[in-house]
């Protein structure tokens, strides 16, 4: 609403595109992302989208320097954990440990909490501290059976967790639990659990296109014997 229309339109139309792209396409969303940000760098909405982007395409600290400045722009804390993902991802997780610590939590909804202490488990790991992690991890919010937009991961992140530790048959009923609640796909927690149960996935498209190979090979080999039999009988002298 602080642009004049016109620009407003065009700043639209890139952002529109942004969110459209940025899950299939990364790095194209990244590009129009740029766009945006050429366009209006002072508008919040534009650099948490550039935020958003750059994150997506693991440039973290680019990211990082756009959800802070979005902060400045806003006075909201909701960017906080990802901000802390990207100090993971620069390869600083006493970083974004230390942020799992700071005031701007509290300030946190619900599924924001939730979402710091996905990070803090992963800072955890990050610096070797699968135990610690695993402890992190468990919470209210892990033992509810409520299902809210956040459980799938919460649950897949701790049976991950346990997984990594050795502890198998808690991973498993884990990866059960975060799957009951993925109801939008956004785990792969059935893949999981095939994978620890020696299920071998196959592609039927693969073994269609091996099937054709195969079968374009016997063809082959069979004109083949027939061209050699054809040269055969007209080299054989007839007989008196």
């Given at each position: 609403?602080?642009?004049?229309?016109?620009?407003?339109?065009?700043?639209?139309?890139?952002?529109?595109?942004?969110?459209?792209?940025?899950?299939?396409?990364?790095?194209?969303?990244?590009?129009?992302?740029?766009?945006?940000?050429?366009?209006?760098?002072?508008?919040?909405?534009?650099?948490?989208?550039?935020?958003?982007?750059?994150?997506?395409?693991?440039?973290?600290?680019?990211?990082?320097?756009?959800?802070?400045?979005?902060?400045?722009?806003?006075?909201?804390?909701?960017?906080?954990?990802?901000?802390?993902?990207?100090?993971?991802?620069?390869?600083?997780?006493?970083?974004?440990?230390?942020?799992?610590?700071?005031?701007?939590?509290?300030?946190?909804?619900?599924?924001?909490?939730?979402?710091?202490?996905?990070?803090?488990?992963?800072?955890?790991?990050?610096?070797?501290?699968?135990?610690?992690?695993?402890?992190?991890?468990?919470?209210?919010?892990?033992?509810?059976?409520?299902?809210?937009?956040?459980?799938?991961?919460l649950r897949y992140a701790y049976a991950d967790a346990l997984l990594a530790a050795g502890?198998?048959?808690?991973?498993?009923?884990?990866?059960?639990?975060?799957?009951?609640?993925?109801?939008?796909?956004?785990?792969?927690?059935?893949?999981?659990?095939?994978?620890?149960?020696?299920?071998?996935?196959?592609?039927?498209?693969?073994?269609?296109?091996?099937?054709?190979?195969?079968?374009?090979?016997?063809?082959?080999?069979?004109?083949?014997?027939?061209?050699?039999?054809?040269?055969?009988?007209?080299?054989?002298?007839?007989?008196?």
């Amino acid at each position: 609403m602080s642009l004049p229309k016109t620009l407003a339109e065009d700043v639209s139309r890139n952002l529109v595109m942004v969110a459209r792209l940025i899950d299939e396409d990364p790095e194209q969303a990244y590009a129009y992302s740029r766009i945006a940000l050429r366009l209006a760098s002072r508008v919040a909405a534009v650099r948490e989208a550039a935020g958003f982007a750059a994150y997506a395409t693991q440039k973290y600290s680019e990211a990082l320097a756009e959800f802070r400045a979005a902060k400045r722009m806003t006075g909201s804390v909701e960017l906080w954990p990802v901000m802390a993902d990207c100090e993971r991802g620069l390869g600083r997780p006493e970083r974004a440990m230390a942020m799992a610590g700071e005031a701007e939590v509290q300030k946190l909804d619900k599924a924001g909490q939730v979402e710091m202490r996905l990070v803090a488990a992963g800072a955890r790991r990050d610096m070797g501290q699968l135990d610690a992690a695993i402890v992190t991890l468990q919470s209210s919010e892990l033992a509810s059976n409520a299902v809210h937009p956040w459980t799938a991961r919460l649950r897949y992140a701790y049976a991950d967790a346990l997984l990594a530790a050795g502890r198998e048959d808690e991973a498993r009923e884990w990866f059960g639990k975060a799957l009951e609640a993925d109801k939008d796909g956004s785990t792969d927690a059935s893949d999981r659990l095939a994978e620890m149960d020696g299920v071998e996935f196959v592609d039927a498209l693969d073994e269609d296109e091996d099937q054709a190979a195969v079968d374009t090979d016997v063809a082959s080999e069979s004109a083949a014997t027939a061209e050699g039999g054809d040269s055969d009988d007209e080299d054989r002298p007839s007989e008196a």
